[in-house]
């Protein structure tokens, strides 16, 4: 895995720009992370403007890494710079090259690819420019959205830990899905012939 790794300019995609967060993003951020919805899967619960500058000040440092860490990014819309979502991408072991990605993003921008978008963006960072083996992620089995967007994105399931945990009062049913740095590399290729 490269050692060294840093975000200097935002990531584009076609319609979006992942970049780092900055202590300004608080108001849009708590827009998103303030509501029932969103926080439902997550190991948060609703978040306050107050809590949400907390986080800020934490994610503001996460665009860099040197082995393992966490990059942390802002999804914007390109063309309005609406500050719609978050994603992240942990390396959790960089000797074996293994990471975790994770995402949320706003209820108004959902059902857009918009979330394809940016996790596919994520992924290429991960495989293509940190040089990681595996990349999985984690959801809730009850989430549906998600995990139907690891499928689209070509990760299987590989887990279904069942009543495993308990989580937010309830026993937690979850879904663990990877895909392989030689499996995405097979898919780039295939998607441009």
């Not at 895995?1 to 951020?29: G, H, N």
């Not at 948060?44 to 000040?57: G, H, N």
């Not at 040197?66 to 819309?77: F, P, R």
């Amino acid at each position: 895995m490269k050692m060294d790794y840093e975000i200097s300019s935002p990531v584009t995609t076609d319609r979006l720009l992942l970049r780092p967060f900055r202590e300004t993003d608080a108001a849009a951020v708590h827009a998103y992370q303030s509501l029932p919805e969103v926080a439902r899967y997550q190991f948060w619960e609703p978040r306050s403007l107050d809590e949400i500058r907390l986080k800020l000040a934490e994610w503001v440092t996460l665009y860099r890494l040197n082995g393992e860490g966490t990059l942390e990014l802002a999804v914007e819309i390109r063309e309005s710079r609406d500050l719609i979502g978050d994603v992240m991408l942990q390396v959790t072991d960089a000797a074996a090259r293994q990471g975790m990605i994770g995402f949320s993003m706003h209820p108004a921008h959902q059902g857009k690819g918009y979330a394809t978008e940016a996790v596919g963006a994520l992924l290429h960072i991960g495989f293509a420019d940190l040089d990681l083996h595996r990349i999985f992620g984690r959801c809730d089995a009850r989430n549906d959205p998600s995990w139907r967007l690891m499928e689209r994105l070509g990760m299987r399931r590989e887990a279904h830990f069942r009543e495993h945990a308990l989580f937010k009062g309830g026993w937690d049913e979850e879904f663990y899905y990877a895909l392989l740095q030689e499996e995405w590399r097979h898919q780039a290729v295939s998607q441009e012939k």
